[in-house]
């Protein structure tokens, strides 16, 4: 996986605050959106999804909302642990072509202070 | 059970050499994707498999890239005539099976120089 992106817009934050990353998207076509996290040397790894038909979905200290009106899409993580350190990015896939393709953004660079 | 794996972890090559990355998926996914990764930049669709076929290779830059899957579980990225550019991150995920979570490998890591 990536290590370091040199010029990824960086959020750095304390331990125990909650974080709210944010990403805006292209095709108003899309259907389905994902958010991953991706740690250094590794691949990306799932962390939540939403269908265009919601506009909020919760998990495990997670919560994504979606506004297809302004297409954004926000990933909010309560109480940031370290083990949050890592980059985020969020992917979309129009349902036209199948969830198969999907498109990333460019991706943030969460840094959680202890 | 194992995670998608991906061989060799790092390769160099010079200009103008041939090269294959290796993809091993997660035993009994039928659909199998190859994306690329610049530094600083999201995962970019190359190509995926249902079963041994492609079933969509639009992300694949040129003629120069080619994939195959021959028994629908392992596949093999090949890269003719290597670039420069073609420097990236290259990374293998798979699903059980279409519209299916992927879950991905940790990534080849080309360098032409």
């Known amino acids: 996986g990536e290590s370091v992106g040199l010029h990824l817009p960086t959020l750095s934050v304390q331990e125990g605050d909650n974080s709210i990353i944010n990403c805006a998207y292209s095709?108003?076509?899309?259907?389905?959106f994902i958010w991953y996290k991706q740690e250094s040397g590794k691949g990306p790894q799932f962390i939540i999804d939403?269908?265009?038909?919601?506009d909020k979905r919760q998990g495990q200290r997670v919560t994504v909302l979606l506004n297809k009106t302004v297409k954004h899409l926000s990933l909010q993580i309560a109480a940031t642990q370290p083990g949050d350190s890592a980059v985020y990015f969020c992917?979309?896939?129009?349902?036209?072509?199948?969830?198969?393709?999907?498109?990333f953004g460019t991706g943030t660079r969460l840094l959680v202070s202890p | 059970g194992a995670g998608v794996s991906q061989t060799p972890s790092n390769k160099v090559t010079e200009k103008g050499k041939y090269v294959e990355l290796r993809c091993d998926p997660i035993?009994?996914?039928?659909?199998l994707y190859w994306y690329r990764q610049s530094l600083g930049q999201g995962p970019e669709f190359l190509i995926y498999?249902?079963?041994?076929?492609?079933?969509?290779d639009s992300g694949l830059p040129n003629d120069r890239f080619f994939a195959v899957r021959p028994e629908g579980s392992v596949s093999t990225l090949k890269i003719q005539r290597t670039e420069r550019g073609d420097s990236a991150v290259y990374l293998c995920?798979?699903?059980?099976?279409?519209?299916?979570?992927?879950?991905f490998g940790p990534g080849t890591r080309l360098t032409v120089l």
């Open positions: 995920a798979s699903s059980l099976t279409l519209n299916n979570e992927q879950f």
């Open positions: 992917a979309e896939a129009p349902m036209n072509t199948g969830f198969q393709k999907l498109v």
């Open positions: 035993s009994g996914h039928t659909a």
């Open positions: 498999f249902q079963g041994t076929g492609a079933a969509d």
């Open positions: 939403i269908r265009s038909n919601m």
């Open positions: 095709n108003s076509a899309s259907d389905y």
